[in-house]
């Protein structure tokens, strides 16, 4: 029996609830040690559904970071990874980064230090788990993006399904002149399961970037995807027209 505080209530996970006792126990024990990172209604949605790692091939984000934290996400299904080798194929990986939107743990960011040669990445998100920056190429900022954040020595700005962040993060690119890849996701929600039109809200996005690309002289605008991990939704960059 795995046992802890959630609220005012003791919750207890069974082993016989466990599927795969040491792929599951690993989700638990992160939770354990990271209570004050989630809000009760997200601790709430993760008890329920921290199981669908064994069948889900597309899970949300606040489940796709505890995974791959964990290691159960395998190389073929991590969406972080097939992100991040669109990255490479498309711009220097050894460059200034900042991701928008890193979420509770900086998946994405922490895939890219590891690749990187050189440069530097730099994430922000008011709700981090962690604000440690000692680690002066890997850069975590526990705040807000916001339009007056200063990018001067940014090379590309990246988001992972920033969700409401895509706007500003797009906009912000192509006004000061820096290269832009993103996620597109449900929809731009406020919380994991209160989405907006998705269709339309995509359309919206990608509507913007063509416009601020155009508008900014950043090349066109590209599109892209990860159908093969599971992702069904696009993604989106400026290409540069020498």
């Not at 003791?10 to 989700?27: C, F, G, H």
């Not at 526990?142 to 988001?159: A, H, P």
């Not at 992972?160 to 706007?167: D, L, S």
């Not at 006004?175 to 996701?185: G, M, P, S, T």
Request: proline residues 2%.
């Amino acid at each position: 029996m795995v046992e802890f505080k959630l609220g005012d209530e003791m919750q207890k996970v069974s082993y016989n609830d466990i599927q795969n006792i040491d792929d599951d126990y690993r989700v638990i024990e992160f939770l354990k040690s990271h209570l004050s990172n989630y809000t009760e209604r997200e601790m709430i949605y993760i008890m329920n559904n921290y199981k669908l790692h064994h069948h889900a091939i597309f899970v949300p984000d606040i489940l796709r970071q505890i995974y791959d934290e964990v290691g159960l996400l395998a190389d073929d299904k991590n969406l972080y990874l097939g992100f991040m080798k669109i990255l490479e194929d498309n711009f220097n990986l050894d460059s200034n980064i900042v991701e928008i939107g890193g979420g509770i743990i900086p998946s994405l960011a922490k895939h890219i230090h590891l690749k990187q040669k050189n440069g530097t990445i730099t994430v922000y998100d008011p709700r981090l788990y962690k604000n440690d920056s000692s680690d002066k190429k890997f850069i975590l900022k526990k705040e807000k993006f916001t339009e007056n954040t200063d990018i001067f020595r940014t090379d590309i700005l990246v988001g992972f399904m920033p969700c409401q962040a895509t706007e500003i993060l797009i906009k912000t690119a192509c006004r000061n002149k820096k290269d832009f890849l993103v996620a597109l996701c449900e929809g731009g929600h406020q919380e994991f399961e209160d989405f907006y039109d998705d269709t339309l809200w995509e359309e919206q996005m990608i509507d913007l970037a063509k416009r601020e690309i155009a508008e900014n002289g950043m090349g066109v605008l590209e599109k892209t995807n990860l159908e093969s991990y599971g992702d069904p939704y696009p993604i989106i960059y400026n290409k540069r027209i020498n």
